[in-house]
């Protein structure tokens, strides 16, 4: 195993060091340096896939658990409106349209459904690095795209559970799914509650004894127990994970187990691409050559124009939507893993996993210059747009405008507002306490009644 982990980490190191050189996406390298040391090209004996692929799971849990960290209900509250219909409007319509795609390629319902999956989720961590690196982490339209990748992020987890059970039972049945969305939703929220109810309160009895090497084995501690729950109630580990970063990010040492989490995430996140890549035969790219370039375009254009529409109809201005659609033109590591579940159960075609990495790959890298086109497109729209259309965009600038104002006003009253943790632990606490008074109130009528 340490010959393995060898191998990988040399190989990934000096092949995502070239791809910095080049000033492309490190996760790309990743990707290539697994189809280097991959069986396909040297044969099975350099490195172990059975090694690779554990090490792979564990990366899996890592990224959910850190992508987890970083979600936070505030901001999701303050973009509820684009993170709503945003989200859905992109989700539903790469569902739509990457079934059809599949049913276009003579695909099954199972095979269809899977594939729509793997198209309907952007990648944060693609994104993120996007926007970051082209100097825009302070522009209007990032907030927005933060909450839709954080509201996909969620339905990317949930698909993941519906997907194991559709799969494992090779049926899908409306009702049933709907139980299950049920049973899920209702699993999160006592998790969730639980959770914020009992963990930040213990973080702050013995946040004076914490330093960073035990908050970070409390905190991977909590994440594997959290892992082993939901194995144990009959959902993905991968769901464990994402809850419990979830519910750090309530407390108030997040930040602080953020950046203890960065090196680990790191590390394990380049192994699971290095692992994506390893299952790539070059072979089947040239012979998928059209499919992939097929699946790329479907990819974009779906995403620009479902992406745009989406914060168009939530509230943005029409610029700020179709900067968020043109960052949106890329799947990742949701993608990955809905394709690998698919592959690990049997229930997909083989071909399906080379043309998503082979189309993640393609669109990753056109992603920052596709997102250069947003403003020369928004200015050729506006430039051309009929009066009443105009009309329209500039009415939108102004309501954005004011609602920033009156936001910005109101911002130092919103910081001295309880967080969204706080007003969980109260109201729950609330609850039981009042239970506990009327438990005790109905005891001593009873305890009198008695005597009389």
């Not at 080049?22 to 099975?44: C, N, R, W």
Request: with cysteine; charged share 15%; net charge neutral.
């Amino acid at each position: 195993m340490v010959h393995d982990l060898y191998i990988l980490m040399i190989t990934a190191g000096v092949v995502a060091l070239l791809f910095k050189l080049l000033k492309q996406p490190v996760v790309l390298g990743y990707i290539v340096a697994g189809i280097l040391v991959g069986p396909h090209l040297f044969g099975e004996n350099l490195v172990s896939m059975e090694n690779v692929e554990t090490w792979g799971n564990i990366g899996v849990l890592f990224v959910l658990f850190c992508i987890g960290l970083e979600f936070r209900l505030k901001n999701l509250f303050e973009s509820g409106k684009v993170a709503l219909v945003g989200a859905a409007t992109i989700i539903i319509g790469m569902l739509v349209l990457g079934y059809g795609v599949g049913r276009f390629a003579l695909l099954d319902n199972m095979n269809s459904l899977f594939l729509a999956a793997m198209l309907c989720m952007s990648s944060t961590t693609i994104v993120m690095k996007a926007v970051d690196e082209a100097g825009l982490s302070k522009a209007r339209f990032v907030k927005g795209a933060t909450s839709i990748l954080i509201f996909e992020d969620i339905v990317a987890v949930v698909l993941l559970v519906l997907l194991s059970s559709i799969a494992v039972k090779n049926s899908f049945e409306g009702v049933e799914l709907l139980e299950k969305v049920g049973v899920l939703a209702a699993t999160l929220v006592v998790w969730f509650v639980v959770g914020i109810l009992i963990i930040p309160t213990f973080l702050r009895w013995v946040r004076p004894h914490l330093n960073d090497e035990i908050l970070i084995i409390l905190a991977l501690g909590l994440c594997l127990g959290m892992v082993l729950t939901a194995e144990e109630a009959g959902f993905s580990s991968a769901l464990g994970a994402f809850v419990m970063g979830m519910v750090l990010a309530e407390t108030l040492e997040a930040h602080r187990i953020e950046q203890l989490m960065a090196p680990l995430k790191n590390v394990f996140a380049a192994i699971f691409f290095v692992s994506v890549g390893m299952m790539i035969n070059p072979a089947s790219l040239v012979t998928y050559w059209d499919s992939i370039l097929f699946v790329a375009v479907v990819i974009i254009v779906g995403m620009i124009v479902f992406g745009t529409l989406g914060c168009w109809w939530g509230g943005e201005t029409m610029k700020d939507a179709m900067q968020t659609g043109f960052a949106f033109v890329q799947i990742g590591e949701f993608s990955f893993i809905i394709a690998a579940l698919g592959s690990k159960l049997g229930v997909t075609d083989p071909a399906i996993y080379p043309i998503i990495v082979a189309a993640s790959v393609l669109t990753t890298f056109l992603t920052p210059y596709i997102m250069k086109a947003a403003v020369p497109c928004y200015t050729f729209l506006y430039n051309h747009a009929s009066p009443r259309l105009k009309a329209k965009i500039d009415a939108r600038e102004v309501q954005v405008e004011q609602a920033e104002k009156a936001a910005s006003a109101q911002q130092d009253v919103a910081d001295k507002q309880p967080s969204s943790a706080d007003k969980v632990r109260h109201a729950v606490r609330k609850t039981v306490v009042t239970k506990r008074l009327v438990d005790l109130f109905l005891k001593n009528m009873s305890e009198n009644d008695r005597k009389e």
